[in-house]
T-cell receptor, first 116, second 114 residues
Framework: ETGVTQTPRHLVMGMTNKKSLKCEQH?????MYWYKQSAKKPLELMFV???????ENNSVPSRFSPECPNSSHLFLHLHTLQPEDSALYLC???????????????FGEGSRLTVL | AQTVTQSQPEMSVQEAETVTLSCTYD???????LFWYKQPPSRQMILVIR??????QNATENRFSVNFQKAAKSFSLKISDSQLGDAAMYFC???????????FGKGTLLTVNP
């Protein structure tokens, strides 16, 4: 039991496809995050949700559309992606958005996305 | 804005030996936290150790310890008695005390040789 589960683990899609990434946390946390991890680059924060309300969109292109139906589930809907969007997408959760131990992140294993 | 620099893209260590991973950071915050995360080949990122900036004592977690030099803005990770399971990508990260925004370094890939 990892606490934060992401599906699918691997996804290959064409530039015109529509697909979704799913994240589920079993930790009772209130905040959830999407990060993008590209080779040789620092992790990039994409979106943040707190109590299922979006609190941050870090200038992410509209071809990425997040959805948070409740505090336990987070989706990333993908549409008309570009090859440069190929990366590992990590979901994370935390008890709260604040500082201290309550704000510490727990990560999922990631979804490896390849855009052809 | 915060920056985190890991100057060693790759490191290797012999099993049972000690290795130190370097990290420097830049911040204008007076209250902040520093972290080392480990990402094994299975890819789940896990927290190895955390350090509160207001604490002078270096954090320790079993075989993992840090050397926190606040004035120099340096935060290195020492792994003692290295084990094969320590092989992973290690990320240094900074977070202001007031919010959730983590800034990561680019990572150091650690190889442990038997």
């Amino acid at each position: 039991e990892t606490g934060v589960t992401q599906t699918p683990r691997h996804l290959v899609m064409g530039m015109t496809n529509k697909k979704s990434l799913k994240c589920e946390q079993h930790l009772g946390h209130n905040a959830m995050y999407w990060y993008k991890q590209s080779a040789k680059k620092p992790l990039e924060l994409m979106f943040v949700y707190n109590f299922k309300e979006q609190t941050e969109n870090n200038s992410v292109p509209s071809r990425f559309s997040p959805e948070c139906p409740n505090s336990s589930h987070l989706f990333l809907h993908l549409h008309t992606l570009q090859p440069e969007d190929s990366a590992l997408y990590l979901c994370a959760s935390s008890q709260s958005l604040g500082g201290g131990k309550a704000g510490e992140l727990f990560f999922g294993e990631g979804s490896r996305l390849t855009v052809l | 804005a915060q920056t985190v620099t890991q100057s060693q893209p790759e490191m290797s260590v012999q099993e049972a030996e000690t290795v130190t991973l370097s990290c420097t950071y830049d911040t204008s915050e007076s209250d902040y936290y520093l972290f080392w995360y480990k990402q094994p080949p299975s890819r789940q990122m896990i927290l190895v150790i955390r350090q509160e900036a207001y604490k002078q004592q270096n954090a320790t977690e079993n075989r993992f310890s840090v050397n926190f030099q606040k004035a120099a803005k340096s935060f290195s990770l020492k792994i003692s008695d290295s084990q094969l399971g320590d092989a992973a990508m290690y990320f240094c990260a900074h977070r202001p005390g007031s919010n959730y925004k983590l800034t990561f370094g680019k990572g150091t890939l650690l190889t442990v040789n038997p």
